[in-house]
């Protein structure tokens, strides 16, 4: 043995716990997490005094080994006849643990049916069905399966009627109905941050808007750029240029992000670029005799496809995707009048100065079609 | 008659992703079906009847909860992370020992700034504490942020930490830029590793497989996988990772295929199984589908080298790139730089490609062979192997390849 090894071959496990703690630690490579499923359904029962609720209630047999006995033989495997012999049990611990509130009552769970097993994800799950009566509608649960056992298990609840969203909920006491608002509420919110970053970030997308900007303070008589004498035209202008800009990123956006349409990601930021170019070589030397807002509206539908990129492979169920849609869009109007708001004023006040014309108007487009030509031979290579 | 296969394979898909989310409720064959295995350690059920309901929460064991978060990262289980945290949840001790386990809990959660927090409130405390030291270092490492990492593992002087000292150094030397030695002083320790704990050992052969792979050393792997294990997560990662990357695809199948409940598992075998033209790809890519679809529900954010990957795999590009960008603002190992490189180049992205070069260069985090291929912007077989194979469709329309077997 060196002495490099018997220097270090007497100083080990010396602290409990420093064996595992230099691991490189991110590495939770995932089993699923404990999840349970609550699904409540209203049911057409005639005559009942009570509201009754068909509920299916599922809990993986890895949770349900860790509050009830389903391995007596303990040989590590759970059978089905092992977990049959538990039922009383089970049927015991559900209608102890998952109670459902009705105003100030609880709600009777009554015919149990048998037990079954479903598979979620690969993993089998205990399958119980009941019937729920409730002296009024259900507005609460006290949810307390694995408390205590483990702090990282939710329940899944979905609730056939009402149009209510999923809910996950943690152990404990549960108002229903009032978490879904701010689900949806967060999804809202981080699409619309999103947006607005979209954008403001997007340095293509504002360099397209700018090269649309910069002679909207313009006419052109007689071949000749002349500044508007009055703000109010440009202002219109800009107006028109912004609302169909709008509405053509706007069909784009939602075609794909829907999965409508799909063009792919190179293809279409090639051709966004491309736009930038177009656009900023009709300042110096227009080509298409058309008002700037039908540009706007051509271009836009390009650069649309652009913005879905964010959107388009996201896992998002429909609902959840048409609101991250339209916050998604809000977000980039908001994000486009936060740019337009920054810049036009600034071509407002100067656009009688030479300095507007020779550096912002011919020296802005120019540098603008060599970065557009950039990123174009940038994309398509 | 090309054009009809796309049709039927998304439509199989299809049909296999309804039965899964859909699964109706059935009755066991028999009485005597096996419906699930439990670990070998599983704590006794909490209730043995029903006037055990209303029973008080176990109390805190300090080496419970270290068994338990062991188990979270030697077999991939969330499950014990989260019966850690509930009894952490139940005590006030303030003590080291509790404050280090509920570090640990937090960093194994992905919370690193909270994990940080707590370390650095028991340095506070005691400025030596080596597990605190080893910790903080192994958190600033997987973040990138090499000179403050080292900074810690500095402090482990006492003599009797010198194999920690050591191999905390040459975690940090493996990233940035001194491989080379990192190599000469794992081997050494390795040279000790029969005598010091498992998971010691373990940690050690763990840092000289990702050597060996991103050196293409050979002989370091062959060497290293003799003597690992071939049951705890990591080391299976790690010999999945090889095998891929050798086109191994048919090793990787057999290594793996009893281990599709691991998440990070089930996406190398996917990856072996699509190579191989198994039509249980396409089975397995639909469970990771529903799997994801529960961490998305449940809002969860720890997963997103997962997710990242099994976009790739599904073909989804851009929200593959998307993700892989998240998981890099949260850590980079060499697997997260794997998978945003090849997100990078799948997507073409030159400002990401850039970006990743930059840290490499900055860094001097040595993978020449990704190096090249991000220069290049086209992935080889030589790097992003383990990631980079076809999607479902254009392999369906090439021709069988059959893999290339290496000895392992």
């Known amino acids: 043995m060196s002495a490099f090894s018997r220097l270090t071959w007497s100083h080990i496990c010396r602290y409990l716990t420093l064996f595992l703690l230099a691991m490189t630690c991110t590495a939770i490579q995932a089993h699923e997490s404990s999840t349970a499923y609550l699904n409540l359904e209203p049911s057409d029962a005639e005559g009942a005094a009570d509201i009754v609720y068909n509920a299916e209630y599922e809990l993986s047999l890895r949770d349900l080994a860790l509050l009830v006995d389903i391995d007596p033989n303990r040989d590590n495997q759970v059978s089905w006849s092992e977990i049959k012999s538990q039922t009383t049990l089970i049927k015991q611990l559900i209608a102890a643990q998952v109670t459902l509130e009705a105003g100030t009552q609880t709600c009777q769970m009554t015919n149990f049916a048998p037990l079954a097993i479903n598979t979620r994800g690969g993993f089998n799950y205990l399958y119980t069905n009941f019937k729920l009566a409730c002296a009024t509608p259900i507005s609460g649960l006290n949810y307390q399966i694995l408390a205590g056992i483990d702090a990282n298990h939710r329940l899944i609840l979905t609730q056939v009627d009402g149009d209510l969203p999923v809910q996950v909920l943690a152990v404990g006491q549960n108002p229903l109905g009032a978490d879904a608002d701010s689900g949806l509420f967060a999804t809202a919110t981080i699409f619309l941050k999103s947006g607005i970053h979209h954008l403001l970030i997007g340095w293509d997308h504002l360099l397209f808007l700018f090269v649309l900007l910069i002679p909207a303070v313009y006419i052109r008589k007689q071949k000749q750029l002349v500044a508007v004498a009055k703000p109010r035209a440009a202002l219109l202008e800009v107006f028109w240029i912004a609302t169909s800009f709008t509405l053509a990123h706007s069909i784009t956006l939602s075609l794909a992000a829907l999965g409508i349409v799909s063009i792919p990601a190179r293809f279409i930021e090639s051709l966004i670029a491309l736009s930038i170019a177009f656009a900023a070589l009709n300042n110096l030397v227009p080509m298409l005799r058309v008002r700037a807002t039908y540009l706007a509206f051509v271009f836009g539908l390009i650069h649309g496809f652009g913005f879905a990129n964010v959107l388009v492979d996201l896992p998002l169920a429909t609902s959840e995707r048409v609101l991250a849609l339209l916050s998604f869009n809000v977000g980039i109007e908001l994000g486009q009048l936060v740019f337009i708001t920054l810049v036009f004023p600034i071509a407002l006040l100067l656009r009688h100065t030479r300095f507007y014309k020779s550096v912002i108007f011919y020296a802005g487009s120019l540098i603008s079609i060599a970065i557009a030509l950039w990123w174009f031979f940038e994309r398509i290579m | ?408």
């Open chain 2, 1 to 408: 008659m090309h054009w009809i296969k796309q049709p039927i394979r998304l439509l199989s898909l299809l049909l296999i992703t309804s039965q899964l989310l859909y699964a109706a409720p059935f009755l066991p064959k028999s009485d005597q079906q096996i419906l699930e295995k439990l670990p070998s350690d599983s704590p006794p059920a909490r209730y043995l009847n029903s006037d055990s309901f209303s029973s008080g929460a176990s109390t805190l064991s300090p080496e419970q909860t270290s068994k338990l978060l062991e188990r979270a990262y030697l077999q991939g289980d969330p499950r014990a992370l989260g019966q850690a945290r509930a009894q952490l949840d139940q005590t006030t001790d303030q003590s080291v020992e509790t404050l280090m386990l509920r570090a640990r809990a937090l960093q194994s959660d992905h919370k690193f700034s909270q994990a940080k927090e707590l370390l650095e409130q028991i340095l506070s405390k005691d400025a030596t504490n080596p597990d605190a030291l080893l910790t903080l270092s192994s958190l600033l490492v997987v973040q990138g942020q090499f000179e403050a990492a080292m900074s810690h593992c500095k402090k482990l002087n006492d003599g009797s930490l010198r194999v920690y000292q050591l191999a905390c150094v040459a975690q940090i030397q493996s990233m940035s830029g001194e491989l080379t030695q990192a190599k000469q002083t794992l081997s050494e320790l390795a040279s000790i590793a029969s005598g010091l704990d498992a998971s010691t050992a373990r940690w050690i052969y763990l840092m000289q497989a990702d050597a060996a792979l991103r050196s293409q050393d050979d002989s370091l792997a062959t060497q290293v996988f003799s003597v690992m294990d071939d049951q705890t997560v990591p080391a299976l990662m790690a010999r999945a990772d090889w095998l891929l990357k050798h086109g191994d695809y048919q090793k990787t199948r057999v290594l793996l295929q009893d281990h599709t409940d691991k998440d990070a598992l089930l996406l190398k075998l996917i990856t072996a199984q699509i190579k191989l033209r198994d039509p249980d790809a396409q089975k397995n890519l639909a469970l990771m589908k529903e799997r994801i679809e529960v961490w998305r529900i449940r809002k969860e954010n720890a997963h997103m080298r997962e997710q990242a990957t099994y976009a790739l795999l599904a073909n989804k590009t851009d929200s593959a790139l998307q993700l892989a960008r998240e998981n890099w603002q949260q850590q980079r190992e060499t697997a997260d730089i794997l998978i945003y490189a090849t997100a990078a180049i799948k997507a073409s992205s030159q400002k990401d490609i850039k970006l990743i070069r930059q840290f490499m260069t900055d860094t001097q985090f040595e993978y020449p062979a990704l190096e090249r291929d991000l220069r290049l912007g086209k992935i080889s077989g030589s790097s992003a192997q383990a990631l980079n194979s076809q999607t479902l469709s254009s392999q369906a329309l090439s021709p069988q390849n059959p893999s290339k077997e290496t000895p392992s």
